[in-house]
C-alpha cells in the first residue's frame, strides 16, 4: 500500500514557503489551522483549541504521491441566500469564509486541493484530486484529535457498517473505541460539536474508530476484497465537517450540512410536496397482521379503502400499504420481490382510483430484502408503474444483509441509494428510505430524498425493550442533525391493548407481552414535532384515532414547514422545537424519566399577533396512567411566556393558531 501523498516527505517541501494557513469564520469565533509542515489541521473555538493538530491524507495502492510541491493558498468567501421547496427551513444563509491549499506532483501532473470552509456554525474540509487515471483507495488518514479527552463527554452509536439502528452511549470521548457519525461532543469547557459529512456521492460512508496510536481516525467502509473505494482521476471526497454551538440547541439549528451541499438538480420541484399519512404498518410489528396473502393479510382492498376514507376525513394527504405486493412468503429464505405485481386480494387499480376520487396520495412500498440486484433489474419497470397509477411516494426497505458480501454503508450501498434517488426523480417520485445510508444533506440536491429511518425507530417498541424517554431526548441532537427521520411517531394505545386483546396475534422476537409504549401520551404527540419528517406517519391503527380528541393535533398539523427553531434543551435530558407551517406554529417538549417545568418565552412568535394556543399536556397522574393527558385552551402572544409541566417520560404539543385565521 501507497500514500496518495506521504506525511513525512512532504513536510521538507511544503514547511518553509507557506503563506497564511489560518481560516477564521465570518465572525471570528471558529477557527481551522493548517500546518503544511506536519500536514494537519487544527480546530478552535475563541481560540480555545477543540481538536488537536490532526492528520489529512488519503492512501491508494497505485503508486507513491510524495513529490508534492506547494502551489499557492487562495483565501476567498460566500455570502448568499438559498430557498428549497421543503425543509426544516425553506430559507438558508450560506455565509463562509474558504481557503484552498493547492499542492502539485510535476511527474505525472497529479494535483491536491485541500479545501476547507469556516462558517459561524462550524467547519468543514474535504479533498479534490486530479490524477491522470483512477484509482484503488485503501485507506483514508483524517484524525480527529480531540483536547482534553477525558473530561470531553459525547453522545453517539457503535461504530458500524451495517446498520444505525443501534442505542445511544454517553460517554467520555477517550473511552469511544469506534463510533458511527453524527458524533456529538461537548468540551469540557469551551463548547458543542458533533462530527459527520456532507455531500456523499460514490464514497464509502465514514465511522470513527480508535487506532493503534489511540486516535480516533477515519475508517470507511470496505468492499469483500477490503478496498475503500475505486474512484475516478478527478474525483472529490465527501466534506468533514464539525458542527458548533455555545448551546446543544445550536447544533440543531445549524446549516453547515446543507450549506455544503450543491443546488438541486431537479429544475421542476412543483411535484414534491410534503404530507401526513397513515398506513398498514403497525399491525405487522405487533402481529395482528402480516405482509402475506391470508386471513390476517393487512394490505386488503376493504382495508386500503378504509385507511384511504379516514385520511380524506381527518385533512391527512398520503396512504402507504406495506405487504402489497407478491413476494413476502419468501422472507426468511432467497428473497424474491414482484415489484409490480400486487396480492390477489389487493385491487390496486380500484384502490388507485378510489385514492385519486379521495384526493389522497395513494404510496407504495418496496421492501429489497438486501437483494439490490433483483431491484435494479426491476427498477425502471416498477417505478414506470407506479407513476402510472399516480403514485409520487415510495417507501423503501432494505433488512437484510446484501448479496455477494456487500456492507450497506459501502461505496457499493452509496452508489445504489443514489441510483434510486435518480431514477425515482425521473418518474416523479419522493422516497422515504429505511435501513438507508446515512443522511448527509443531498436532500438539497437531490429534493425528492425526503426521508430516511436510520436509527431505532417506532417498531422497537412493538417487540423489544424499546425506546426510553431518554433515547428520544438524545435522537434530536445526534441522529437528527444529519437530516430528516421516518420515526414513525403517534402511538395513542400506549400498552397495546387492542392488539393484546386479540389472542391469535404473533409475538415477533419471542413473547412481547411486557411491550409497551415508553412514554406519555402526551409526548407520543410532541414527537410529530420533535423528530422533524417532511413524511410524517400517525403510525398507529386508525381505530384508535377514530373520536379521540387528542388526535385533533395531528389533523391540525401541517407536515409543510417553513422555519424551525430549536428553543431550549439538554442533551439527553429534554428538548423544546417549534417550527412554523404559513401563519400557525407548533412546539413539541419532551422530557427523559424525571419530571420537569420549563418556562418558555414566546418570543418567536409573529409580534402583534393574537394567537389561540391549544395545550396538550400530560395530566396530573400520566406517570402512572401515561394515556390520560390534558387539552387546554388560552389566548397568547409573543410577549407572554408558556410554563411547559412534563410528567416523568411525558412531554407538551401545542397549537399556536392565529385568532383571526
Request: hydrophobic share 35%.
Amino acid at each position: 500500500m501507497k500514500r496518495l501523498f506521504a506525511l513525512g516527505s512532504m513536510a521538507a517541501l511544503l514547511g518553509a514557503c507557506t503563506p497564511s494557513t489560518t481560516l477564521l469564520s465570518p465572525d471570528g469565533r471558529n477557527s481551522v489551522a493548517f500546518d503544511a509542515a506536519t500536514m494537519t489541521y487544527a480546530v478552535l473555538r475563541d481560540g480555545d483549541t477543540l481538536i488537536r493538530p490532526s492528520a489529512l491524507g488519503i492512501a491508494a495502492q497505485e503508486r507513491d504521491f510524495s513529490g508534492f510541491r506547494f502551489g499557492v493558498v487562495h483565501h476567498t468567501s460566500g455570502d448568499r441566500e438559498w430557498s428549497q421547496p421543503w425543509g426544516e427551513n425553506k430559507t438558508h444563509r450560506d455565509r463562509y469564509n474558504e481557503m484552498t491549499v493547492e499542492l502539485h506532483n510535476s511527474d505525472d501532473r497529479t494535483e491536491l486541493c485541500l479545501r476547507f470552509r469556516a462558517y459561524d456554525d462550524g467547519v468543514a474540509f474535504r479533498y479534490e484530486l486530479n490524477a491522470p487515471d483512477s484509482l484503488t483507495v485503501t485507506d483514508e488518514l483524517t484524525e480527529f484529535r480531540f483536547a482534553d479527552e477525558e473530561t470531553a463527554m459525547s453522545w453517539s452509536i457503535p461504530g458500524n457498517f451495517e446498520t444505525y439502528e443501534l442505542q445511544y452511549r454517553e460517554q467520555p470521548v477517550a473511552g469511544v473505541r469506534d463510533a458511527n457519525t453524527p458524533f456529538t461532543f461537548r468540551s469540557g469547557k469551551v463548547a458543542y460539536g458533533s462530527v459527520h459529512e456532507a455531500a456523499l456521492y460514490d464514497y464509502p460512508e465514514m465511522v470513527l474508530r480508535r487506532d493503534a496510536e489511540g486516535v480516533l481516525k477515519a475508517d470507511l467502509a470496505p468492499l469483500p476484497n477490503g478496498v475503500k473505494a475505486y474512484i475516478p482521476g478527478r474525483f472529490t471526497t465527501p466534506w468533514r465537517t464539525v458542527q458548533l454551538g455555545d448551546k446543544p440547541v445550536d447544533l440543531i439549528n445549524s446549516s453547515l450540512i446543507l450549506n455544503l451541499n450543491e443546488p438541486s438538480k431537479i429544475a421542476d420541484t412543483s411535484w414534491i410536496k410534503p404530507q401526513k399519512y397513515v398506513g398498514v404498518w403497525w399491525g405487522m410489528h405487533l402481529g395482528t397482521q402480516v405482509w402475506t396473502m391470508g386471513p390476517r393479510h393487512g394490505a386488503t382492498t376493504e382495508n386500503a379503502l378504509r385507511h384511504i376514507d379516514f385520511a380524506a376525513a381527518n385533512n391527512i394527504q398520503g396512504v402507504l400499504f406495506e405487504g402489497w405486493n407478491q413476494g413476502w412468503e419468501n422472507w426468511g429464505g432467497n428473497q424474491h420481490f414482484d415489484y409490480v405485481e400486487p396480492y390477489a386480494d389487493f385491487d390496486i387499480e380500484r384502490i388507485a382510483a378510489y385514492a385519486r376520487e379521495k384526493g389522497v396520495e395513494l404510496w407504495m412500498h418496496a421492501e429489497t430484502g438486501g437483494n439490490i440486484p433483483e431491484f435494479e433489474e426491476q427498477m425502471e419497470r416498477a417505478f414506470a408503474r407506479y407513476a402510472e397509477l399516480g403514485v409520487h411516494t415510495l417507501k423503501t426497505g432494505y433488512a437484510g444483509g446484501f448479496k455477494g458480501g456487500y456492507l450497506h454503508h459501502s461505496q457499493y450501498g452509496v452508489q445504489h441509494y443514489q441510483r434510486v434517488v435518480e431514477t425515482a426523480a425521473r418518474y416523479g417520485i419522493m422516497l422515504d428510505v429505511h435501513e438507508p445510508i446515512k443522511e448527509t444533506g443531498i436532500r438539497r440536491t437531490w429534493p425528492n430524498m425526503m426521508t430516511r429511518e436510520g436509527a431505532r425507530g417506532m417498531e422497537w417498541n412493538a417487540w423489544s425493550e424499546g425506546n426510553s424517554a431518554e433515547y428520544l431526548s438524545t435522537l434530536p441532537f445526534v441522529r437528527l442533525l444529519a437530516g430528516p427521520m421516518d420515526y414513525t411517531p403517534g402511538i395513542f394505545d400506549i400498552d397495546y391493548s387492542t392488539a393484546k386483546a386479540d389472542k391469535g396475534r404473533i409475538e415477533w422476537n419471542g413473547p412481547n407481552a411486557h411491550c409497551c409504549i415508553k412514554t406519555t401520551l402526551a409526548r407520543q404527540i410532541a414527537n410529530w414535532v420533535i423528530i422533524y419528517s417532511p413524511l410524517q406517519m400517525a403510525a398507529d391503527f386508525i381505530e384508535n384515532y377514530e373520536g379521540h380528541p387528542a388526535f385533533r393535533f395531528f389533523r391540525d398539523f401541517d407536515a409543510d414547514c417553513d422555519r424551525s427553531v430549536a428553543l431550549q434543551g439538554e442533551i439527553g435530558d429534554y428538548i423544546v422545537l417549534a417550527r412554523r407551517a404559513g401563519d400557525r406554529w407548533f412546539l413539541g417538549a419532551g422530557t427523559n424519566g424525571k419530571a420537569r417545568t420549563l418556562a418558555q418565552p414566546l418570543s418567536f412568535l409573529e409580534d402583534g399577533v393574537t394567537y389561540t394556543a391549544t395545550i396538550y399536556a400530560d395530566a396530573p397522574d400520566s406517570a402512572r396512567n401515561p394515556e390520560n393527558y390534558r387539552i387546554e385552551r388560552r389566548t397568547v402572544t409573543s410577549a407572554d411566556t408558556l410554563e411547559i409541566a412534563m410528567a416523568a417520560r411525558g412531554g407538551q404539543a401545542v397549537t399556536f393558531i392565529p385568532e383571526n385565521e
